[in-house]
């Protein structure tokens, strides 16, 4: 049988800036159930649900200034640890998406890569004869 300590861990929640449902708090503790969080994105959706941030905010998590992905599981997180939840607000927000596709670029197969390619080089001459 397992025990409470095996199924459920708390963790330490530092926002950026105070959430909407914490109004002039940044910190509070968290007790997650493991059984219904798997990966970091289902985690993330509880803390939107519990502190009532907007679906449409942009917000992440990281451990001691590393990201956590969205699709970790989420047992990279232990008992005790301290996640801090951070908005990003504009120019940010473009340098991260690029920086998470410039990592993990999309998969693409070699015949479909090769032809945009070679589209993109027809493209490129026409516009620079249209000047």
Not at 55 to 64: K, M, P, T
Not at 74 to 85: E, G, K
Request: some cysteine.
């Amino acid at each position: 049988m397992a025990t409470h300590s095996d199924t459920f861990i708390r963790v330490r929640l530092h926002f950026d800036y105070p959430p909407p449902a914490l109004v002039g708090c940044r910190m509070c503790w968290l007790l997650v159930d493991l059984n219904t969080c798997r990966v970091v994105a289902d985690l993330e959706s509880i803390i939107r649900e519990k502190f009532d941030f907007s679906r449409r905010s942009i917000l992440n998590l990281f451990v001691e200034d590393y990201y956590l992905p969205h699709t970790e599981s989420i047992y990279v997180l232990r008992d005790n640890d301290s996640v801090r939840w951070a908005t990003l607000a504009g120019s940010q927000r473009h340098v991260f998406v690029f920086l998470l596709l410039f990592c993990n670029p999309p998969v693409v197969s070699k015949k479909h890569n090769s032809d945009s390619h070679c589209s993109l080089r027809k493209k490129k001459k026409k516009i620079g004869k249209q000047y």
